[in-house]
């Protein structure tokens, strides 16, 4: 496994420069609260016929920043950020609330002062 760190100002020109449909297998968008109102983000990937080849970037941030959305390289990513603004109560550029919860809940499950 690799990981590297990107930061949000270049999130889409890193992901952009490394990533290819027919190598590498989109995941997940993951966050990880760290507390004090931190999170880590991670981007994970795996590379098509490669066991065990995983590459994740990742970028530290706090909750009122917004997050840039990978949906223009990465279609499939959408659902994910869908997920982290649910789950974490983040604003992901042009990702909509109301995946698993409703569109009006304050409920953030994901981040720790919840």
Do not use: C
């Not at 270049?10 to 995941?27: P, V």
């Not at 970037?57 to 223009?72: E, K, Q």
């Not at 982290?84 to 550029?93: A, E, H, R, T």
């Amino acid at each position: 496994m690799r990981k590297i760190e990107t930061t949000l100002t270049t999130l889409l020109r890193d992901i952009g420069a490394f990533y290819e449909a027919k190598k590498w297998h989109f995941l997940s968008v993951n966050g990880i609260d760290l507390g004090e109102g931190k999170i880590e983000l991670q981007w994970i990937f795996s590379q098509y016929g490669v066991k065990d080849e995983i590459v994740i970037y990742y970028a530290l941030s706090d909750y009122d920043t917004p997050v840039p959305s990978i949906v223009s390289l990465i279609p499939s990513s959408v659902m994910g950020e869908r997920e982290i603004v649910d789950m974490f109560g983040l604003s992901v550029d042009g990702a909509e609330r109301g995946l698993y919860l409703d569109e009006d809940s304050r409920a953030h499950p994901l981040r720790g002062e919840s």
